[in-house]
């Protein structure tokens, strides 16, 4: 079992920036790919970045991938999304998940955090 805790959301104004942290605790955290999720009211869940065990391949959605970045700490247990020049369609609840194998941009992930809110104003 992984326990996911995301932290770091609130309230920020378009073009601010923000870092969210997700802290893994349980299994060895250093097994598992990470990822960052998102999802809008009324609009479905969506994959925004992951990273493999080992840091070394990340994967950004398109959307995104000019002003976010993911990045882990397997000595911390913790994986971060810098969140750079926010919009307001940014604004959404922001989930970490975790999984050993497959396809990371997918949603099929074993573990899922709680989430932690992101408000981007304009």
């Known amino acids: 079992q992984v326990q996911l805790v995301e932290s770091g959301g609130g309230l920020v104004q378009a073009g601010g920036s923000l870092r969210l942290s997700c802290a893994a605790s349980g299994r060895i955290f250093s097994n598992y790919a990470m990822g960052w999720f998102r999802q809008a009211p009324g609009k479905e869940r969506e994959f925004v970045a992951a990273?493999?065990?080992?840091?070394?391949?990340?994967y950004v959605a398109d959307s995104v991938k000019e002003r976010f970045a993911i990045s882990r700490d397997n000595a911390k247990n913790t994986v971060y999304l810098q969140m750079n020049s926010l919009k307001p369609e940014d604004t959404a609840s922001y989930y970490c998940a975790a999984k050993k194998f497959g396809i990371l941009t997918s949603l099929f992930y074993d573990y899922w955090g709680q989430g932690t809110q992101v408000t981007v104003s304009s």
């Open positions: 990273i493999r065990w080992s840091g070394n391949s990340t």
